[in-house]
Structure formats: C-alpha cells, structure tokens
C-alpha cells in the first residue's frame, strides 16, 4: 500500500474519492514514476510516453500469463490475457475498443495486445495458457503459431500503405481498421479479417505543410542499394522530383528509417504470399502515381475559342501510361476531356467536353487518389486472401468465435479541417456514443431493471450531435448528399441550408449564426464530445461525390496489366443502372453501422489512450492538454460508475449451473427456487460480514460487487469441479479393479507354484556349480605352487595356464600380474641395498624417459649405470682424477660422487668445448679434463629450474638455472665418438638428487624446440636462444652437433642411428 501511495494507485477505483483533479494527480504521479498504465476496473488506461519503455520483453509477458488483472500491474498484456481467458471461458465474442485522439498510441497498442494473443494462444513466449488448448499439441500449435505470424506480418504492410506523419503523429494511422482473430470453439485461431474504413486518399495529393503521404512512396524511393529497381520503375530516389510529394515540404523524419521499413515491408509481403511479379506490379501502380502528379498542363493555343489544355511535359504523362500499361493517347485524352453521355437507348449520344487548366488538374488528381485507394483495397484483400479462415474453402472449419481489434482514427482538431475530419470525428462520436451505451448508461439501465439500489450518475450524453450529422430527414450528411445531387450546388448555398435548417441547434455553429469572426465566411463548427471543430465546406461536395469520369475508367479497363484492369472491374449492368451512386459518407455511414453492430454484439474490453504532449518531448505530460483528453475520454464518469456499481452480474441460471457444487446444499440437485439456489451458493463462499456488501440479488441477476469475490467463486468452483468426475470414476474404478484383482490373485498363484519349483532347481544346481568351482581352483593352486612357486626362478618364462582352458578370466589376469609383482619382490629382496637403489633408479629412469610405445625418446634407456666413468681402469688419468675429487671434498664440503663422465659443452659463443661433468650430492662441477681442473665454483643443485631434451636420437640436454645463472647446454654421450648414450643416467641423477635435498620434483620437458640462455650475467641479460633438431646430412658421422647459426637460431644435427 506505501508503494502505491508513492508511485500512484495502480486502479484509479482505489482512489478514496474521485473528481477530475484528484483523477489526474494519480495520472501524473504515476507517469513521474514511469508508469504509463493505469486500470479502471478492466479497463486500461495508457499514456503515451513518446520515449521507449522496458515493458514488453518475453520475460514480462511471461509474467503475465494466466494472470488476473488485479494480480499483476496494469499493462496491455493483462488486459489481452484477460480478452483470451473470457474467450476461452465464456465462448462469447471479444473485441477491444483502442480509443484515443491521433497521437495518443493506439496503433502501438493494438501491436502490443497481438502480439500476446499470438503468445497466448499458441503457447509462445508466454509458456502457454491454461486457458491454452493447443498448446501441447505441436502439429496444432505450429499452425497457429504460422497463422499468428501472418496476422502479425499484415501490420508493416498495413502501416506502409496505410499511415503518414502528421503534424500530430509521425505514425499516424490514416483509415480504420477493425482487424478480426477468427477461432474455433476450442479457441484455436484458424484466421483473420481486416476491415478497413476511409483512407484519407486525399492524402496523395494534398496535405498540410510539414506532413508526408503514405510511407510506401518514400521506402520505395530510399532504395539506394536498390538502382535496378528504380530504373525499371523510371524513378530517381530523391522525393523533392515529385510534386505530390514535395507540396508539403516534408521527405524525411528522424524518427523514421524508410529504407529498413521498406525491407521489413517485403519481407512482410513475401511471407503473405506475394510473389515477386505481384509485387512489381503494385511498384509500378505507386510509379504511375508519382509520375501523374508531374504532369502539366498549359493552354492550348490552337483552340483559342474555347478554354482547352494540352499536357506540357508529355514525357511524365508517357512515364505513367507505360507503368499503368494503358495506350498513351486514349489517356491524354482522358486527362484533358470528358465524355457526356445524354438520352438512352437509340437515342444516346456522347459529347466531348475539353477540360480547362483546373479542371484537368482535379481530374488528373482524382485519378491518383483513386488508383490508391483501389490499391489499398486490393493490398488488404490481398492480406484477407491469406489470412481467412481456411483460405475461404468450402470445407474449411466453421469460424465460432472472433477477437475484434478496433484501431481507427483518432478524434482531429487541425488548422484546416475538411470532409475526412468531418467522417473521422463522426466515426469518433459513434464509438463515443456506443461506449456511453456500455459502459454507463448501460449500467444504469440494468441495475434499475433488476431493482438495484443504485445512484444516479450524471455523464455527458453525445446522441444530439449524433441526430445532428445523420438524423434523417435533416441531417447534415443527409443534406450535402442533398446537395451532390444538385449540379449547381456550392458550398455557400450549401452553408446556407444548413444555417436554415441548425441555427439553433446547440451543437452547430457559423459565421451567420453567431457573428463569431473567427468562424469562416465558407466554414461550420460542430460542439463535438471532444471539443469544438470548425470545418472547411470548400471541397466537401467535391470530395463527398468522389467522382472518377468514365474516360478515366475507360483508359484503366484498357490496360494490359493484370492488376490495373482488376482495380478497375467491368460491370456490364453499369451503363444501363439509374441508380445514383453512393457519395462517400452514405457508404460510411453503411460501413460504421455495420462495425457498431459487430462491437455491440461482443463482450468488450477497452484501453483508453492518452497524449502525453503535442511535442513529442518523451517524458514530459502537459497538463491543460491531458485534462481535455480525460474530459472528453468521460474517465472520471467511468471511475465514478466502477466504484458505485459492480464489477459482474450473471442470470441466476447461469450462476446456478455453473457453481452449484460449491454448496452441498445445492448438488447434486437443487429443487427449491433459482435465487434460493443462488442464495446458498453465495452463502457457502462469501463471509457473513462482507454478504451484504459484496453480494445483491436482483430480479433474474445475482450481481458482485468486487472481482476478489468474483474470482472466490471461481477458485472455489475449479476447487470442487473434480468431485464430479470422482464420482463417476469411483464407481466404474472399484468394479474394474475388483475384477481386475480376481483374475490377477488367480494369475499370481499358479506363477508363485511354478517360481518354487524353478527356485528348488537353481538351488540344487547353484550348489553343485559351487562345489566343482571350489575343487577346481584348488587343483589349479596346487599346480601353481609346483611349478611357479619353487626358487630359484619361480617359473619364470613358463606361461601359466588358464583355470578355464576354454577361455580366460579375470581370475587368471590377476594371478598373472600377481606372479609377476611376487617374482620381482623376491628377487629385489636377494639384492645389497646397492644394488637395490640401482634397481629404484632404473625405474625411475623408465618413469621420466618411457619404455616401449610410450618412450620420450627415440632411443630406450636399457644400458646399466655405473655412475662414475672416470675413476676407472680404462681412464689414464684416473689418479689425477682421485686427487681432484679429494681436493673438491676437502674444499667444496661435498661427500658423494653421483655421476662423473666426460662430456661436451656449448660456451657462450656457441663453441662446443670438451669438459668433465661431476655431481655431487650437493653441486654440479665443470672441470676441465686433461689435468681435472675446476671451472669457475660449483652450481648448487637447488637452483636448478628444469631439464630439456628432444624427442629424437641426439644426446643433447639443456638444464635451465635459476637467473643470472646461465643454462648449461652439454652433451652427454658425444665424448670422442664414444656412442654411449649417458645422458638418461645424468637425468635421473640429477631429478633423483634434487627430489632427496628439497622434497619437490624438478620438471623434465621432452620438446621439438628448446630455448636456452648460456650467456646471461649479473650485469647482462644475455641472448634468448633457440634449438632446432635436424638429421646429419653426412650419413657416415655418427654422434650429435651443436651448430650456432644467424641471430639466436641453433641446431642439433644428429644420426638416426646413433644409439
């Protein structure tokens, strides 16, 4: 409750009292705190930001889903759960009623309310309803999902041919639309209808300044990447060409990217089906359009005696015949005369008539403007085509329930305000009217009928100024059909029956009536619902006849395109017909009866649309101009009639067969009275303390005053449903599990017979299987310790058998490698522990250098170790060597010679030297090894990082020192040729050594290349080098070479059959 007292109350029926100040504060502080929607009962209420809001991500409409309104914050997609749900629920017709002025955001709404319904109801992106019945099923699901998809695509392509920038509204939606969801009765979308009411088709070629025409004529000319395109369609991309596009001086807006819309535009219309010759053609319809609006026309010089034109540019007129494919002169012709025909029958004859400059101008715009509008009739019923039920076949599934969006116009208020602000704001004050009936008077009316206490509520009731537009026989639109039926009519005479017939009216107003100036000398004001309107009658009997000259037609039907000549059908009895043909808002008039009829007879919804501003400044809401919406919107006559009257009424036979296994007084079956019934019902759901307040019954209705109770009901009754089915499966359960128990007890007796008698069996012969098993594993044990149990060889290189000779086990794998452990135990155990640590340091020389397939090295380790190469029978200088290693004892405090070997080193220049390694227990020396000098002190073992080595045969090894030390490359087992490999035996030494004095394992690396630095100081970092391995190309030298090259680039070349 503080968070909605902060933040405003999310339902303005919360609010403790009501009037239209307290209604907007509300307002505003919920769009301070960036809350554009507000409930009124079921009803939304949106205020359009003119900024982008986070509020429609899969996550949110998630969240949404099966979700009661008061459950979750008020948003569109509450609105259109609760839409589908009552769909689903009731099995009645839905349609939302998008109300609003221009600019307020009733396209985007009707986008957003599809776009969850298409979620909804094929259980996408909203995890599926429980209301879903389709949802589990996929073949059923892909194809609603395909026909939601479709519904979905129609809203670029409607958009493009359908909408323009306003002074108002960049999108804004210039004709109605009423767009039908079809379903069947199990709320399973099978198609769509879109009905579509009054383009402003004067829009082609006539605007105000700063507004555009429709989009399509600009994304078609931003095809930049598209040159191709436009010379085939003889276009230029830049709009100012165009003169009906360049009247208002208006091409481009930031807001819109034409040539990404032009591309969502095909996509749109490949995905309905539009072939690409399809498309191509109504390219060229829109060329033709741009090039009439080029043409110019200038007197005719030969034909002084009369007022005649010729085309000036015939180039323009030639551009449009050819993409119109029509003869170019039959529509010269048609553009500068007319055809009168007089008499009938034998006695009819045709006169032609040259037209003057202006009225060839209103003949060739007349002829653009209704080319349009024939397009967009064949563009929607294009989209119709595919989007109907079926395809429209015969046998295509019945349509049984519908969900109407109606997105239409908004009420207009402009500078200059001419006939089709006339029917807009007429259409406006219809859906008023039917909103008024609905929604209040409605209430009203049934609550009185019922007997209902109820307070009376004043609200602004329009029905005058709807007698005064179309009441018949004095209407306004009754009198200037009058008046197009009379050839010389203008407006001023027109004006002047008007003033006759409503100067005192109260809704109408005029120069002569009120000496008003502000008023026109050619103008009328209507006092509409939504504010006063002074409209221009200059062109209203021209755009109220919407003559098209039979010329024109003529040229149309004579084209070689398909599409063309189907705009234009033939009507054979057209010649012959008396009848007078409809103006423009006589078929209005038809059309908007009709869509009143269709919404009367569904279950409504509604969001009441909002704008914010008239600047499109995003976050900002300006007052005085949102309190005249609110006014004229009667939203606090609506918040007034939610708070006092109730929010559902249901007939009690209704009520009485839908919940009355909620009282056990009333099911199975209720005898007594429907309101007694209904009574108990009540009774048995709703606290005694809150009856009175919450529940009233009426005559035939039992009415609820807040949706919390109406959902108890339902909660209650979905709690209780299964008790009906449980009765029916209780019975017809027991009786098939009786019988089933019977023949399964019967079943299971004789089974249990058989399974003792095969237990007996596997018992007798598991024991026997057992007791040979034993005897046969004894036997083979005796055999064992004959002949592989007795010393001195233990059976060594004889195989041992199998227990099976058939086959062996894991039995015999495991005496195996058990034999082997125990012969090598046994033999270790016969060794001096010298010999025993030689033993330990060959394994672990087979640990770091491999064996078999797993070896590092080219070359196996198999040689034995001797450890000291020098103190030896064979090196002359043997004793000179036992005086050294005395001396380094005395001095270096060392105690144990580890290895002593004659090796090669690499110097700092890369110059392989002959030297003398010995490792002690503590220290490496480098001596030299004619008279076993020292050189330079020992390396302590510790500072030892790594060892490198190759994979191949050379002998070279690589032992990294900790800085500045420098590495030592040397190469042990090249001394002299002696093709001793000893190299295996430094390693393991040194690994084994350094493990012994620090507890931890130096690294051992077996690499393709090896760096090294042998030339670093304390004061010089030295050259980081690198080795590479390349075979000898001298076959006949055998052994290994350093060989220093250019940079720090070295090799090792050795022989592949050293070692």
Known sequence: ??????????????????????????????????????????????????????????????????????????????????????????????????????????????????????????????????????????????????????????????????????????NSSRFGKFMQIQFDGAAKPLGGMITQYLLEKSRV?????????????????????????????????????????????????????????????????????????ERFSVWKILSAILHLGNIEFQADDKKSSVDSVVIKNKSEMEKAAAMLEVPTGMLQQALTSRSITSGAGRRQSSIMVLLDKAQAEV????????????????????????????????????????????????????????????????????????????????????????????????????????????????????????????????PDSLLQKLNQNFAKHPNYQSYETTNDKSIGRTHFRINHYAGQVTYDLEHFLYKNRDTLFGDLVASMRASTNKLVKDLFPADPAEATSKKIPLTSASQFKIALQD???????????????????????????????????????????????????????????????????????????????????????????????????????????????????????????????????????????????????????????????????????????????????MWRYKRHFRNLRKTHGQPPTYGKGTPIPSIWPSHRSLVDDFIVKHHIQHWARVKVKTLNPEGQALVRQKILTSDIFGLGPNKNKAWESRRRFTADYLNVNENPRASQFETAVNILFQKGGDSEILFADNIVKVNPRGKSQARVIIVTNSNVYKYEPKKYTVRKIGIPLQTITGIYLSKVQDTYCVITLKPPERDVVIDVGGWMGSGIERVSELVTVIYQQIERLTGSKIPVHFKDQIEFNNSRDAKNKGLDCVINFAINPKPNERGSFFVKGKGNSCSILYSKDNY
């Open 1 to 170: 409750m503080a968070q909605q007292i902060k933040e405003g109350y999310t339902d303005f029926c919360l609010l403790d009292s009501i009037n239209e100040d307290i209604f907007m504060a509300n307002l505003k502080q919920r769009f301070a705190a960036d809350h554009i929607y507000t409930l009124i009962g079921e009803q939304v209420v949106s205020v359009n930001p003119f900024a982008k809001r986070n509020l429609y991500t899969p996550e949110i409409m998630k969240s949404y889903n099966d979700k009661y309104m008061y459950e979750v914050p008020p948003h569109i997609y509450s609105l259109a759960d609760d839409t589908y749900r009552q769909l689903t629920t009731t099995k009645e017709n839905q349609c939302v009623i998008i109300t609003g002025e221009s600019g307020a955001g009733k396209t985007e709404a009707s986008k957003i309310f599809l776009q969850y319904i298409a979620a909804a109801c094929t259980g996408r992106g909203v995890g599926g309803s429980k209301a879903t019945p389709i949802s589990s099923h996929s073949s059923a699901r892909a194809e609603a999902e395909k026909i939601m998809e479709k519904l979905l695509d129609s809203n670029p392509v409607l958009e493009a041919f359908g909408n323009a920038k306003t002074l108002r509204n960049d």
């Open 205 to 277: 070629h006539s605007r105000a300044t700063g507004e555009r025409s429709f989009h399509i004529f600009y994304q078609l000319l931003s095809q930049k990447q598209e040159p191709d395109l436009l010379k085939r369609l003889q276009l230029v991309s830049d709009p100012l060409q165009y003169q009906y596009l360049k009247l208002s001086t208006c091409t481009t807006v930031p807001s819109i990217d034409d040539a990404a819309d032009w591309k969502e535009v095909n996509k749109a219309m490949v995905a309905l089906g539009w072939g690409e010759g």
């Open 363 to 490: 003949t060739r715009d007349a002829l653009a403007k209704h080319l349009y509008n024939r397009l967009f009739s064949y563009v929607v019923d294009r989209i119709n085509y595919v989007l109907v039920a079926g395809g429209g076949k015969k046998d295509a599934p019945p349509v049984e329930l519908t969900i109407g969006v109606l997105d239409i116009y908004g009420f207009e208020i402009f500078e200059n305000n001419s006939f089709e602000q006339f029917c807009i704001n007429w259409c406006n004050e219809r859906l008023q009217q039917l909103f008024i009936k609905l929604v209040l008077k409605q209430e009203q009316e049934e609550y009185m009928r019922e007997g209902i206490e109820w307070k009376e509520i004043d609200y602004f009731n329009n029905a005058p100024i709807i007698d005064l537009i179309e009441a018949s026989p004095i209407g306004l639109i009754k009198m200037v059909d009058e008046a197009c039926m009379v050839g010389q009519s203008t």
């Open 595 to 773: 869509l009143i009829n269709i919404l009367a007879s569904c279950q409504p919804h509604y969001i009441r649309c909002i704008k914010s501003n008239d600047e499109k400044r995003g976050g900002y809401l300006a007052d005085e101009r949102v309190r005249h919406q609110v006014r004229y919107l009667n939203l606090v006559e609506t918040v007034r009639v939610r708070r006092a009257g109730f929010c559902n009424r249901q007939p009690f036979v209704r009520f009485l067969a839908r919940y009355k296994m909620i009282s056990d007084k009333t099911w199975p079956i209720w005898r007594g009275s429907l309101s007694d019934g209904v009574k108990a019902i009540a009774q048995a759901v709703v606290p005694s303390h809150e009856f009175n307040s919450e529940i009233k019954l009426g005559k035939t209705k039992i009415f609820i005053k807040s949706a919390r109770t109406l959902f108890l009901f339902e909660d209650h009754r979905t709690k209780h449903l299964p008790k009906v089915a449980i009765m029916i499966q209780k019975v017809f359960k027991g009786y098939k599990t009786r019988k089933w128990y019977k023949a399964e007890l019967e079943r299971l007796r004789r089974e249990k017979e058989q399974l003792e008698k095969t237990l007996v069996l596997k018992r007798a012969a598991w024991k026997i299987t057992k007791a040979y098993t």
